[in-house]
């Protein structure tokens, strides 16, 4: 019989992603048949897995993360509701890895809730044909009381994958003892009944000054707690813009390694307001030597080596978004290799036509950009796959000669004005013009070449300082230990009631 373990949490954010992977990993490596489970995510970071039915579609990136640190291929069916964010209170909804339509939350609980759950309960069945433990991550907090009759992530995935439940709390943010505490206390009965230990997320510090909490925690609640992790980043890609910097700020996310800041090239990254799979740049950010910057949209551009434009859950109220900032003329006037992602290479291009189908009230073509001579057109089919393309390095890869390795999930095409005047570097859904390079290739930097690529490009603006002293590469630091493994080593001490483990 396969054994369900549901990581819910006292609210977003506190570490139930990373618990979830570790564990995957830990019984993976324990010799046990593994699989990940959410029954409901809400992200606009997404990824091409399989589906039910042989096709490609969508799951949330943390479940994607998750099966691979199962050993096991990644399935729609371990994120069969996907909720994608797209403005306005509206929400893409996508059951079993394909699009149903965009909703606002009362007509998806009122009208879409009940086929979601019946898709939830399908795949869980579907997993525990062939798994030995299913690891199920819930969502937000599992103590919404006003949400406890339609929570599907946590009461009904508990309900009907029979599932024993660990709670996460992070210490971190303050108030540890109480929010589990609380946590327990408003869960509803039968969830609580289900609860076999808690999990203390985020600690630094000494231990032995822990310790009196959690034995008046576990005397008040008659819960145990089954492990306090440290406080440490595996390096897992993130499931949601909550983790990048809070807004205005200008912090840098990457490596810490031998190269200063005032050395390090610079990669800005503007913020979208409807940004998706903003994780398409943590590989980039984890080479030694490169610093990416999420820069709020009124930031100047002269201070970097690069600028990457990330993919959009709406590309046109996006694009107005930026253009109102002065972003086209700074990247008009920006010299260095520029870069755009799904969304972002539409907004490179010369306009958007059919816009009215990405959400936004618009007759006509909307102008982008100009700085790639395409338009894009919006279609109502939504292409989602995962792809290989043979690679003509060009742009800002110039000298690749590798096939490049990714996935896709856009609506609408992109093509050249001019076919005979446009070279396509990655396959027909790209274009590059000069220093400038777009494609709808997501996972574009999770390829070593392009990577290395990249970097030569980023250093040839400092005045040949680094294009010619052998280190145009990563400066072979790329890592030898799997995040997913580090995952594991965290969530170690967990004491977990499985045999074996």
Known sequence: ?????????????????????????????????????????????????????????????SQYVQARAARTAPSTDHNPVLLKPSGDGESQLIVDGTAVGHYEAGTYYDEHWDRA???????????????????????????????????LANVEAARFADADVLVVGDIERGGVFASLYGTL?????????????????????????????????????DVPVLGVLPYDDPGLPEEDSVSLPPQGERAVVGDDDEVSDADALRVGVPRLPRASNVTDFEPLARVPGVRVVYLPADAALDAFDGIVLPGSKNTVDDLRTLRAAGVGERLRAFDGPIVGVCGGYQMLGERIENAHVEGAETEGPVDGFGLLPVRTTFSREKRVERTTVPASGAGPLAGLDAAVAGYEIHMGDTEPLDAAAVERPLGPQSAVAGDVLGTYLHGLFENEGVRRAFRRALARGRDGARSSDGHTGDGGHEATRSPYDDAAELVSEIDLWLDGV
């Open 1 to 61: 019989m396969t054994e369900t373990i549901l990581v819910v949490g006292t609210a977003s954010h506190v570490g139930k992603s990373t618990v979830v992977a570790g564990l995957c990993r830990r019984l993976a490596d324990a010799g046990y048949d593994v699989a990940p489970f959410k029954a409901q995510n809400m992200s606009n970071n997404a990824r091409v897995a399989a589906t039910p039915d042989g096709e490609w579609g969508e799951v949330g990136v």
């Open 185 to 221: 206390e408003l869960m509803p009965a039968a969830l609580r009944e289900r609860v076999r230990g808690c999990v203390i997320t985020k600690f630094r510090g000494d231990r032995s000054l822990l310790a009196p909490g959690v034995e008046e925690l576990e005397r008040l609640t």
């Open 117 to 151: 759950r019946e898709a939830a309960a399908a795949a869980h069945d579907r997993l525990a044909a062939d798994a030995d433990v299913i690891v199920a991550e819930g969502a937000g907090s599992a103590a919404e009381v006003n949400l406890h009759d339609r929570d």
